[in-house]
């Protein structure tokens, strides 16, 4: 019903900025307002984790997992049909795979299992 694709990942140095999107295509009569988004990463040997979230419609709440506050930044434009995470200050301890998920819900969703489609995820590396 869903399918997301991310993309905006590649190599930049601690202290830079990168900003990933998430394309959705939906089937006919899903509406992308609908869904709840979020941004998760995992590094290897780690489990995936909670990054960002953001409310569905106008986008008016949104949660940030504590190590990524005042740096990043999610947002969404419905009419594209996408969500953004704007990663500023980078470090190294942000390299991971960056995945982008959606699930229908009315309350703003941090719960890695709670999400029911998912990108194929886009590398972020940090170099120092």
């Known amino acids: 019903q869903v399918q997301l694709v991310e993309s905006g990942g590649g190599l930049v140095q601690a202290g830079g900025s990168l900003r990933l999107s998430c394309a959705a295509s939906?089937?006919?009569?899903?509406?992308?307002?609908?869904?709840?988004m979020g941004w998760f990463r995992q590094a290897p040997g780690k489990e995936r984790e909670f990054v960002a979230a953001?409310?569905?419609?106008?986008?008016?709440?949104?949660d940030y997992a504590d190590s990524v506050k005042g740096r990043f930044t999610i947002s969404r434009d419905n009419a594209k049909n996408t969500v953004y995470l704007q990663m500023n200050s980078l470090k190294l301890e942000d390299a991971a795979v960056y995945y982008c998920?959606?699930?229908?819900?009315?309350?703003?969703?941090?719960?890695?299992?709670?999400?029911?489609?998912w990108g194929q995820g886009t590398q972020v590396t940090v170099s120092s």
């Open positions: 998920a959606a699930v229908f819900s009315w309350a703003l969703i941090t719960v890695v299992d709670r999400y029911d489609y």
């Open positions: 939906l089937a006919s009569g899903h509406t992308f307002g609908n869904y709840v």
């Open positions: 953001i409310s569905r419609s106008g986008g008016r709440a949104t």
